[in-house]
């Protein structure tokens, strides 16, 4: 089954321990929709300005990712730069340039609303809903949101939070939006407002499923040379919902394998700036990092 | 088999979010040997003020701890208080009296000399190894240090390290000790000076064996009420080698379920203030966790 994502398409100005990148495709549904492209059929909605040249979209045609739901505004695309500190895990925001996203009005054509598999990245949780309201009976819909929105707008993010299945955000933003300090409280405080899933992720410590059926918990992949963490909750979040899309399955084992999808993802985004690893990534080898995913959590119940 | 520990036995002060406790049994010995009981037999070596009384000494009775190596010295008991703030990971000491532990030179009898497991807890390195040099051919060292010693007396703790088999750390540990940033690295770096295994608590987020045989991480039980955390990384450790005793078998997948016997004990420590819940733990309520941790942690592999 396929999949529709409507996100940010950026050009990102990154500043790592391990190096820099400027001007490089960033943008959370660019980093979802690629790590989806290797599980399912994937439809891209978003905006760009006139900055932005066919050469930009080549990873998109190349991974096969459905750009006719790419609008072209005038002006120029989403900008943002930051820097990461000595400990990588540390982020520092530069700039954040919305420039033609910030009039983007996601207007779905006809062929996109009866996609089976949603994804509502970072965006105005206002502009979520009404991607939402244009679709017929997705099977599933999944969200991401960030401190700026639950801050700025915490009802908006309620209200469409009764409208999704699985809400996928890290352990501050959990705690920011049930104003509660232990997780676990947190979880079940935002279970109760709508998801039936709740993803937690962790960063180097891996990511972690709430919902009513079960808890489960998956560690990070072991990275020695990290080289820059953009895009890395982006492409989980590509990886957990392909893995959904691919086998058309919501039961709580395959969602527990969708987790295990979502970090081996992410962790081949660190692996390099931007986008780059994914342009090289063979289904090999998410497949064995798959199996050594199984390898490192494995052990025999005790007695 | 038995296990020997030789380490701290404290009057803690402790403020958390759930409340506060004055001058209540702690120190790194106690609750090793104590979360250990549960698995195998256990002999202490510490040392204890004229302060001390057998009311104090009442759950090492209970528990079937020997205290006979637990020498009393004129003078008071370590004392140890500090704050947990309103996140109960953040954790400030007040104040530190080493008062008569400040003497403490272990010095064993002789009947302690042919244990098979050794556990060293946070004491000075150089103690540390005069522990071992009275030892006779222990099957398993394993030991703990911390930031003060790491900074204090780096090339002690390396020394010890070259006798030790196991060391457990947390995360900020490692990455002093290593001076590597990057937690693999720091893992890679340490497990060259000695040690064939090396399990880095991560608190709320478990945690994770390195060697050179493989890798492994386990996440920490979700808690929504946690009392008091502290102890929990030497009750962490006292399931950790009380199961190793306890099966007396050290290949990989017994390391791996000592870290779930470990993690286990660690999230009862957690659930009241001192050693209060182990004193009314039920051997049923560990077998029940440890598979609770199954459940948390199994995944079909993925094709």
Redesign the interface.
């Known amino acids: 089954m396929s999949i529709l994502v409507v996100g940010s398409v950026a050009f990102d100005t990154v500043q790592t321990?391990a190096g820099r990148a400027e001007e490089v495709l960033g943008g959370s549904a660019s980093y979802f929709s690629v790590a989806a492209s290797f599980f399912a059929p994937v439809h891209l909605v978003a905006v760009v300005g006139s900055d932005f040249t066919p050469d930009h979209a080549s990873i998109f045609q190349e991974r096969g990712v459905d750009t006719r739901g790419l609008a072209r505004a005038p002006g120029k695309t989403f900008r943002w730069s930051g820097v990461y500190g000595?400990?990588?895990n540390q982020r520092t925001t530069l700039a954040t340039e919305l420039n033609v996203f910030q009039e983007f009005r996601p207007d779905l054509p006809e062929w996109l609303k009866k996609i089976d598999f949603v994804f509502l990245a970072n965006i105005d949780p206002d502009l979520q809903r009404s991607v939402l309201r244009q679709m017929k009976r997705p099977r599933l819909v999944a969200c991401d949101t960030m401190n700026f929105w639950i801050t700025g707008k915490s009802e908006a993010v309620r209200e469409t939070l009764r409208e999704v299945d699985v809400l996928l955000i890290n352990d501050e933003e959990a705690r920011q939006l049930s104003g509660e300090?232990?997780?676990?409280?947190a979880a079940?405080k935002i279970l109760g407002w709508g998801p039936s899933s709740l993803v937690v992720k962790?960063g180097?410590?891996?990511a972690?499923l709430y919902s009513n059926r079960?808890?489960?918990?998956?560690?990070a992949y072991?990275?020695?040379?990290?080289v820059d963490p953009t895009g890395a909750g982006d492409s989980f979040a590509g990886g957990f919902v392909g893995?959904l899309a691919r086998t058309g399955r919501l039961d709580d084992?395959n969602i527990?394998?969708a987790?295990?999808?979502g970090s081996v993802m992410a962790s081949f985004c660190v692996e390099d700036f931007s986008l780059r690893r994914f342009g090289k990534l063979r289904p090999e080898e998410i497949?064995m990092r798959?199996?050594e995913?199984?390898?490192?959590?494995?052990?025999?119940?005790?007695?």
Chains 1, 2 share one sequence.
């Not at 079960?214 to 560690?219: G, M, N, R, T, Y």
């Open positions: 321990p000595e400990d990588i300090r232990n997780t676990v409280r079940r962790r180097e410590y891996g972690a079960s808890h489960f918990a998956v560690p072991p990275l020695t040379d990290p893995h084992g527990r394998q987790l295990v999808a497949r798959q199996k995913f199984s390898r490192m959590t494995a052990f025999e119940e005790l007695p």
